[in-house]
Every structure is written in C-alpha cells, then in structure tokens.
C-alpha cells in the first residue's frame, strides 16, 4: 500500500474518531441541556406557587382591613342610630308626658266647668 494512502486512511481514521468524539460530546450537552430545562422548570414551578402564595396572602390581609374597617363604620353608624334613637325616644317621652299633662288638666277642667254649669 503507498505511503499517501496509510497516511489519507490514518487522517480519515483521527476525522472520523472526531467526529466520533463530537457526537458524544453533542449528545452529553444535549442531556445536560435538558437536565437544565427541567431544572429551570421546576424552579420556575417553585416561584409560581411561592407569588400564588403571597399574592393570596397579601389579598387575604387586604380583605380582612377592609372587613374591619367596614365593619368599624358599621358599628359607628350603628351607634349614631342608637343614640339618635335614644334621643328621639326621650324627646318622644317629654311630649307623651306633656301631651298627657295638658290632656289630664284639659278632662280636669271640663269636668269641673261642666260641674259649674249644671
């Protein structure tokens, strides 16, 4: 066999053992390029559930000022609507009690005129 031949066979030989050794390497970047999507996936699941958490956390304390303060004025108003009630009663009492005097003193009266007229 001729020189130039043993030689070409031994540099297609080292090409194709590169070649070779590529492919292996391709293949091994190509396992850990999907061990790495898989990782940032699940990281990316992690975070999600970690902001669902504290955005329902951050509404649920929301929620809850907002119920108390609703119901602080609630039971504000209520309490205006109580002591006008009460007001209101006691202004409704003097004039029952009033009404009822001036009623009492009217009968008192026409009784007693009536006695004078006969």
Known sequence: ????LIVYMAAVEKIITALSELE???DNL?????DMKKRILTNSDKEI???REKVIEVARTES???IATAKKEAEEKSQKILEDAEINLT???ENTKLSFDKSV????DSVLNKGDKI
């Open 49 to 51: 559930s970690q902001l």
């Open 24 to 26: 292996k390497d391709i």
């Open 64 to 66: 809850e000022k907002i």
């Open 30 to 34: 190509s396992m850990k390029v999907q």
């Open 1 to 4: 066999m001729p020189d130039f």
């Open 105 to 108: 003193k009217f009968v008192v």
């Open 91 to 93: 202004k409704l009492k």
